[in-house]
């Protein structure tokens, strides 16, 4: 079964009037909160390619741009995804593009910059110029998140749109959890909505090491399908992550658990 993406925040307008523009954008929310899938829903509303990287510490200007390859003693160049997207025209997702090195970023705002092209340094020296149907939307997460660090100026300045997304409110994500589960246990789901946002609210303020995503909630309705009481599920999906933390942080949540779903 194919989902539809909920809308619930008018981002795919928005969107779409930054497609018109030529406006790249960049959208900035926390982990779980629908980014990539709101991403995928707008590329295939307008029926393009979508060509993606989620970038990390590991990613190189090679996975960008590309990389010289010897087969059978003749020398190629395997050209990266940003090249390939300038080329064809693609859309091109940039996720968590705060969690990329400093040199990497460098490489990436030679390609965003009010020119659109890149110069193949590596290869032959051609210049590859972007189609003028090139879009780009990037995602990053909070500074919060392990792994992330600021945006230098220049590159948040290639993005002039910017799209808040936030967990939905309550109503909003009940009805984003039926659209995976058969909805019998919509009282069940209700509660472990509110836990959610307690553990997340607890999390925002540094009470809490770990913020539970949209995709928790919905293996929660997913448990409850398969026979899984509502306090074995939320032990399961919200409770046991946090002992990586130790035993006063798992508690903690343990004892949230058992005052909203009882013993």
Do not use: C
Not at 140 to 162: D, M, Y
Not at 224 to 239: C, N
């Amino acid at each position: 079964m194919e989902i539809q993406y909920l809308d619930w925040n008018n981002s795919n307008q928005i969107l779409e009037k930054a497609y018109e523009a030529g406006l790249f954008v960049l959208i900035i929310g926390p982990k779980g909160t629908g980014k990539t899938s709101l991403v995928r829903d707008f590329a295939k509303n307008k029926n393009v390619n979508l060509k993606s990287i989620n970038f990390s510490l590991r990613t190189r200007e090679s996975h960008l741009i590309g990389t010289k390859t010897l087969t059978d003693g003749t020398v190629s160049f395997d050209e990266g995804i940003i090249t390939k997207s300038m080329r064809a025209g693609d859309m091109l997702y940039l996720d968590e593009i705060n969690s990329a090195e400093a040199d990497v970023l460098l490489r990436l705002d030679e390609a965003l910059d009010d020119r659109r092209q890149i110069v193949l340094k590596e290869s032959t020296g051609e210049i590859v110029k972007a189609k003028e149907n090139w879009f780009v939307i990037a995602t990053i997460n909070p500074l919060t998140h392990s792994g992330t660090k600021e945006l230098p100026p220049q590159i948040l300045s290639r993005f002039p749109v910017r799209i808040r997304l936030e967990y939905p409110p309550e109503d909003i994500e009940l009805k984003i959890v039926k659209t995976y589960v058969s909805g019998e246990h919509e009282l069940e789901i209700i509660q472990a909505i509110k836990l959610a946002n307690i553990l997340r609210q607890a999390a925002a303020v540094e009470e809490l090491f770990y913020s539970p995503s949209l995709r928790e909630t919905i293996a929660f309705g997913k448990l409850l399908d398969k026979g899984v009481t509502s306090k074995e599920a939320a032990k399961i999906i919200f409770g046991n992550v946090y002992t990586q933390w130790g035993n006063i942080e798992y508690q903690k949540v343990n004892d949230i658990i058992t005052s909203m779903f009882g013993n």
